[in-house]
């Protein structure tokens, strides 16, 4: 008896004990905290496309230059520079008295080094984008504050190429970039410093004492891995977390939240049904035209997208000086029966199924089984196609399966986007020359020439009405070819806390918005954030 | 009080006290089916004849979307709702019903037909054959259930059936513990020994004299794995490792929802946890019944 | 100490090294037989796809990978033994180190959880037995056989739902807060605040088998001849339920405890899974999510040592207490 009073009494003073409200930390207004949904493999920032959606690592390092808010290039470690007429030549000045975060002064030599990492395409493994600066001729310094590029060829869009995160010569020169550990442990010249990684737990940067520029306001970021979203969203309710990134359909979760507000950010984020042009039946210009005509996007975007975005005719938003009127394609099934019907496609044996020449139209679609959009959209469009008599399989794969052998020359829902210059992603997406490479690029390898010469066209040309009639041009030619059926273009939502001012939002590229990761329409700017 | 309780609890059993003169045939008769039919078996029933009947009972599909109408809450056109797709839940649930029957059936069949088999060879024949299975069942016991389980999945592609696979291959054991025991004390009753003698063969004693007497303990297994296996595979689809996401199964559908229920939709969780736990409920208590019926003397406890 | 103890304890002991081989074949042939690549199994898929066919074929070749079944076994035993169990690509780090470092929170969470569910499990039983047939015992062997039929996930989620999205009482997720407070006294409570709801959950999803135990052992019990002494002695229900029916029920108890120590390891998979507890079983969701073979099997292999340990430790314990055991 006395054994079972004493154990209740325990009980109960541990219940009491556990539920007194905890103490609030000090010094709340100095640190931001995120949660993460993914944690990142490695803090390379170059792993990507080259346009730094890492927003994790960005902050640890600076450019020759970066993007203001109107998407436009600024001074950051160049304080100004000159472009010679014709276009081919880039001169920077750089600023003085810059330092590494261990330090050491930065030189122009760390800038040599770094694009010579990249254009000499020996790292492409560990730098994607390195094919991208193979067009540069020469880079020269004339000075310790005066460095020189020249392009083989005046493309207009390189300018932004020179956001390219600078690399410290003096730590990595030599090694082999694929083992070594300063991809852990990462030293840069950006206003945040990297101080700590628990693997599995959370990343902490602090702001950097002396940044060039103007100091963050916040001292510290921390980042937290919480893969599950709900939970993400239950700390951001009690607090415990400042930021998170939710998927469009939790808004109402967090409607009436206290102290915290939705933040719906338009991206340049695309999503389309990749069908690869070489494989039947993809190689008939009719059966694409046909499914693309079939997909009912609106439906899409409403239930799926919760209204968030806007329908996706190619890959320019409405809002980019570029986007051509005139391709709105509208959902017309009808449409889509009478062209596949044209196109030889009858159900002979009266499966439900579509045949031609004893083949029937079906085919398999592989999505990511941990990314419920694209899951979702995948069944969508297997139940819009079935009302044509065309058969999609679904196979759910795991992302890391995908990206190692699966999304070339198969069915995915892919995505896309970028809101800089129309060159960028489009030239390497649609030009033929890029089919069978080692990359995401063109993994519908789609082949036009036409196509071919309008995107070379359009890099080197510098005048601007010429430039937009070339793209209206290409984006009329992907509208007839549908290379990909282009489906949605989506917004990025956030969950922020009140106590955060300075937020402002611009268009972002497509990046790691899946599961909780962040990307540049909100977290460009952090270092000017203010928390109270 | 508590040995009244106990002649209660044998008695039930036994005859009912019924009052001849207030009673009338017809509560007869449904006694003495009842007698024969617990309410277990009865819901077990109505649930095989759900799956097998699904396609006739819905005029929805249950995997395409139906986008026009998301997440609907329960009306008379959509029972028991939509999901975030539109899809009927109620033709989810039902469909749902015959995959969990399936895999939880076909998994225990296996584990106990297994488990059964190699109980019966090592009890019988004794000797080295029993030691070597009985370090080979010690050594599958000893990584935990759940852990060799995931890991069993993730080596081998995902499938259905490679889902069952492993539910069977990691729960046969205890069934050979049993069967084991079961098959040794068989062995050294008289009338075997005399069968022996009598210079019967191994095989027709196996067959005429030892498996009958361990049919009730198959019965039972069977009975009890299905409900284990039906949660199991109920875990590994919420997971996300189990049944491929896009097809209906009760534990897909719960991961689903459990997003929803941030977003204040209840049905989606409510109705597949529902019939979870309904399903699993029915084959327990008939495993319980099974039990008492055929094995009244065994010690209390929930496993075998 | 009793000479038969001693006799038990040694052959017990020699009981373990074939089931060490056993379990270490066991997890070698899952590896073997599985369809995926081994190189791709060793490095994990992102590497892979980053490295040159001929890195590719040197690593192969360092690791043995295209010798027969029987050379590759004894030298991946070689490297366990020497303590390099892999490299585990979602964690970056050796596969040793992640699991020695995750392996105390869950045995933090299952003992408690473990712990709390045998007591709830015994107080109800005895509730139960002591009251046997009437409507409390009803009411609660119903409510038991409904919680056993009930996945623990969906307890999980119940109990995530009311109180942590609904009442906001205790947090959701992880172990501790992500601003935890340093102080000692803050720290151990906001520990506790994380602690009370996974736990609970495993408590009271695994009571099931404590309860219907313990209930019906205590009505056997009840049957005996010393109860009717008892009672006539003039002792009330409980004093003799509790003092005398549950002493004899206790040990069986105790057995059933030492069979629930895998539990004690894998059975809180699905809860840390939920509640985002960082220990193995939540290692393990991430493991088998992201297919980190490596991870995958040094979890199987350090799983399986733990078990076969807590079950030697069990069975001293029960040999030790019950002298019946000895001589099994």
New interface residues.
């Given amino acids: 008896m006395k054994t079972i009073n004493f154990l209740v009494a325990v009980v109960l003073i541990a219940l009491f004990m556990a539920t007194l409200p905890l103490a609030v930390a000090e010094d709340a207004g100095k640190m931001l905290n995120i949660a993460l949904g993914k944690e990142p493999d490695d803090l390379n920032p170059i792993a990507g496309t080259g346009h730094g959606e890492f927003y994790d690592v960005i902050k640890v390092y600076s450019g020759l230059l970066k993007s203001d808010d109107k998407l436009q290039a600024a001074p950051d470690i160049a304080e100004s520079w000159d472009i010679s007429p014709d276009g081919r030549t880039y001169t920077f000045h750089l600023r003085e008295g810059i330092k590494w975060h261990d330090g050491t002064a930065f030189t122009a030599d760390d800038i040599l080094f770094t694009y010579e990492l990249l254009r000499s395409g020996e790292w492409t493994s560990v730098f994607p984008a390195s094919s991208e600066y193979e067009a540069i001729k020469d880079i020269s310094i004339l000075d310790p504050h005066t460095v020189t590029f020249t392009l083989n060829d005046p493309i207009v869009a390189f300018i932004e190429r020179f956001s390219l995160p600078i690399l410290p010569r003096h730590i990595l020169e030599g090694q082999d970039l694929l083992k070594t550990d300063f991809w852990q442990e990462p030293i840069g010249t950006g206003p945040y410093k990297f101080v700590s990684w628990n693997k599995g737990e959370d990343l902490t940067f602090q702001s950097n004492p002396d940044f060039y520029g103007e100091a963050p306001r916040i001292g510290t970021l921390k980042y937290v891995f919480v893969p599950d979203e709900s939970a993400r969203i239950n700390l951001l309710k009690s607090g415990e977390v400042d930021a998170i990134k939710i998927d469009l359909r939790s808004t109402e979760s967090l409607k009436g939240a206290n102290g915290v507000t939705v933040n719906s950010a338009p991206s340049a984020n695309w999503y389309a049904l990749n069908m690869p042009n070489r494989m039947w039946p993809f190689n008939m210009r009719e059966v694409r035209q046909a499914i693309s005509y079939a997909i009912d996007k609106q439906q899409i975007l409403d239930t799926i997208f919760n209204g968030q975005g806007e329908i996706s005719y190619g890959p320019f938003r409405q809002e980019d000086w570029i986007y051509n009127p005139d391709i709105v394609a509208a959902f017309d099934p009808e449409r889509a029966k009478s062209l596949l019907a044209d196109a030889g496609f009858k159900d002979t044996d009266g499966d439900g199924i579509l045949d031609k020449d004893g083949k029937s139209l079906e085919f398999e679609l592989v999505y990511p089984s941990d990314n419920s959009e694209r899951k979702d959209i995948s069944i969508a469009i297997k139940t819009d196609l079935a009302k044509m008599g065309i058969n999609m399989e679904l196979v759910g794969k795991s992302w890391d399966e995908i990206s190692y052998d699966v999304f070339r020359d198969n069915v995915i829902i892919m995505a896309w986007g970028s809101p800089f210059d129309p060159d960028d992603q489009n030239y390497q997406n649609w030009n033929s020359k890029f089919i069978g490479k080692e990359s995401w690029w063109n993994a519908a390898s789609y082949s036009n020439p036409e196509v071919d010469g309008l995107l070379e066209e359009g890099r080197t040309t510098f005048d601007k009405e010429k430039r937009k009639e070339i793209y209206q041009k290409l984006q009329s030619i992907l509208a007839e070819d549908q290379p990909v059926a282009f489906l949605i273009f989506s917004n990025y939502v956030y969950g922020l806390s009140d106590r955060i001012t300075g937020i402002k939002p611009r268009n972002a590229p497509h990046g790691q918005g899946n599961n909780g990761g962040i990307t540049g329409e909100i977290w460009w700017n952090v270092e000017e954030w203010q928390k109270e | 009080m508590i040995r009244e309780t106990m002649a209660r609890d044998k008695d039930k059993t036994m005859t009912y006290k019924v009052n001849p003169i207030l009673t009338n045939h017809f509560v007869l008769t449904l006694r003495s089916i009842s007698k024969f039919l617990s309410p277990g078996l009865l819901a077990i029933i109505i649930l095989l004849i759900l799956a097998l009947s699904a396609p006739y009972l819905t005029p929805y599909d249950p995997i395409g979307a139906n986008l026009s109408e998301p997440m609907h809450p329960p009306s008379w056109d959509h029972p028991f709702g939509t999901d975030h797709l539109g899809r009927d839940l109620y033709s989810r649930v039902l469909y749902g019903t015959r995959v969990s029957l399936l895999v939880g059936m076909s998994a225990s069949v296996m584990a106990v037909g297994m488990g059964g088999l190699i109980g019966l060879f090592s009890g019988y024949f004794g000797g080295r054959m029993d030691s070597i299975l009985m370090r080979l069942v010690d050594t599958i016991y000893s990584p935990p259930e759940t852990i060799l389980l995931m890991v069993l999945v993730t080596m081998f592609t995902r499938s259905v059936w490679t889902i069952i696979l492993a539910i069977g291959l990691t729960h046969w054991m205890s069934t050979a513990r049993l069967v084991r025991s079961e098959a040794l004390s068989i062995r050294q009753r008289p009338y075997v020994e005399s069968a022996i003698c009598l210079g019967a063969k191994d095989g027709y004693i196996l067959l005429r004299h030892i498996a009958p007497n361990l049919l009730y303990i198959a019965v039972i297994s069977v009975t009890l794995m299905t409900a284990h296996a039906i949660l199991t595979e109920s875990f590994l689809s919420f997971l996300g490792l189990g049944i491929p996401p896009h097809l209906p199964s009760w534990g897909n559908m719960l991961n689903e929802g459990q997003r929803d229920i941030m977003r204040g939709i209840w049905w989606t969780t409510l109705f597949p946890g529902l019939m979870i736990v309904i399903t699993v409920l029915s084959i327990n208590l008939l495993g319980e019944d099974l039990k008492r019926r055929l094995a009244p003397n065994r010690e209390g406890g929930i496993a075998l | 100490m009793d000479r038969s103890l001693v006799r038990y304890a040694t052959k017990r002991i020699m ?1 373990i090294p ?2 060490l081989l ?2 270490s ?2 997890t070698f042939l ?2 073997y ?4 690549n081994p190189t ?1 199994a060793y490095l ?3 590497t ?5 066919p001929e890195d590719l074929d040197r690593v192969e070749e360092q690791l043995g990978l295209n010798q027969p079944a029987h050379v590759r076994y004894i030298g991946w035993l070689e490297r366990i033994a020497h303590g390099d169990w892999g490299y585990s690509h979602i ?3 050796p596969v040793l180190d ?1 699991i020695m470092e995750r392996f105390p929170a869950t045995l933090l969470l299952t003992i408690t959880g473990y712990s709390l569910s045998a ?1 709830l499990g015994m ?1 109800l039983g005895v509730i139960s ?1 002591v009251r ?2 009437s409507r409390i015992d009803s009411i609660l062997n119903g409510l038991n ?2 919680i ?7 307890l999980a ?1 119940l109990a995530m ?1 009311v109180f ?2 609904w009442l ?7 172990m501790l ?3 935890a ?1 340093t102080s000692s006294w ?1 720290l151990m ?2 520990r ?2 994380h602690l ?1 709801l996974p736990a609970s959950v495993l408590a009271v999803g695994h009571m ?2 404590f309860y ?2 313990i ?3 205590i ?2 019990a ?2 005996e001849d010393y109860i009717i002494t008892a009672r006539a002695k003039g002792l009330n ?1 409980v004093e003799v339920v ?1 003092g005398h029916a549950i002493r004899n029920s206790l040990l069986p108890f105790i057995t ?1 405890m030492g069979l629930s120590v ?2 004690l ?3 809180s ?2 809860v840390e ?2 509640f ?1 507890w ?1 220990g ?2 939540k290692l ?8 980190d ?1 490596m991870l ?2 040094g ?2 292999l350090f ?2 040592l733990l ?2 340990l807590g079950n030697l430790l069990a069975d001293m314990a029960c040999a030790l207490t019950d002298p019946r055991v000895r001589y099994d």
Avoid: C
């Fill in positions: 009981q074939p089931l056993g379990i074949i066991l899952i590896f037989l599985s369809p995926v791709v994990g898929l992102v892979v796809q980053k490295m040159s964690k970056k780090r992640v007591l107080m037995s046997a047939g056989y409904i056993y039929s009930t996945p623990t996930f969906l989620l739902l942590s999205v906001g009482w205790l947090p959701s997720s992880r807060s992500v601003n407070p803050l409570q906001d506790i605040h009370i099931a088998v219907t135990y209930r019906s052992s009505i056997e009840m049957q229900e509790l059933q895998p539990l390891i894998g059975g998979v699905v899974s939920i985002a960082p193995i079983g393990t969701y991430d493991a088998a999510l992201r297919a073979y995958l099997m979890i199987t799983s399986s078990v076969i």
